[in-house]
């Protein structure tokens, strides 16, 4: 019985995020056509660009809180829907990664003893081809003896315009902080 209750609960919290997800992907639609109607000046000219980026901050901090649930839910797929398929991901004293079959076995392992992540933007700018987000944040895990830990880092994240009018990370990176 315990097994049974444990699967639904599992399969009620990828459900949810899933549907978090679909959410997401809504919200920065509405965003994009919000900013898109509330910019008239060329893409050029940067007031243009950083209206763009403005209007933009809500459904980009979601996507970063969405980021940070998928990794305390250990759910990839949430992770992988975040990167474009062509993306690049410069983690912190280690080779860079291409390719989201290469990024998600990294973070899969990752996952394996991260705890949480807190994105907090700190800027946002570019066009709505794409935007720079710059900012710091806290990655909890567990360090070798088993014991919580908290890695303060500073990171930029490239967003890149999709198909259908969504967001994803093309170019990720973090360094530590000391």
């Keep these: 019985m315990k097994n049974i209750k444990n699967y639904f609960l599992l399969s009620f919290m990828v459900f949810s995020l899933s549907l978090l997800g679909t959410e997401m992907v809504n919200a920065q639609k509405a965003q994009l056509k919000k900013a898109d109607a509330s910019t008239k000046v060329s893409k050029d ?3 243009a660009s950083m ?13 970063g809180k969405l980021w940070g649930k998928a990794i305390q839910s250990k759910d990839a797929s949430v992770i992988k829907m975040i990167y474009d398929q ?5 983690p912190n004293n280690s080779p860079a990664i291409h390719g989201i079959d290469k990024i998600m076995a990294s973070w899969e392992e990752a996952m394996a003893f991260m705890l949480g992540l807190e994105l907090n933007m700190e800027t946002l700018e570019g066009t709505k081809d794409l935007l720079y987000e710059t900012g710091t944040g806290i990655a909890i895990f567990l ?3 088993g014991e919580k830990t908290e890695m303060k880092i500073k990171y930029v994240n490239v967003w890149k315009v999709q198909e259908d009018g969504s967001y994803k990370v093309v170019i990720d990176t973090y360094n530590e902080i000391d």
Excluded: G, R, V
């Design 45 to 47: 000219t940067k007031e």
């Design 86 to 90: 062509n993306a690049h991901y410069l």
């Design 143 to 145: 360090n070798e003896k």
């Design 51 to 63: 209206s763009f980026a403005d209007e933009m901050k809500p459904a980009i901090q979601q996507l």
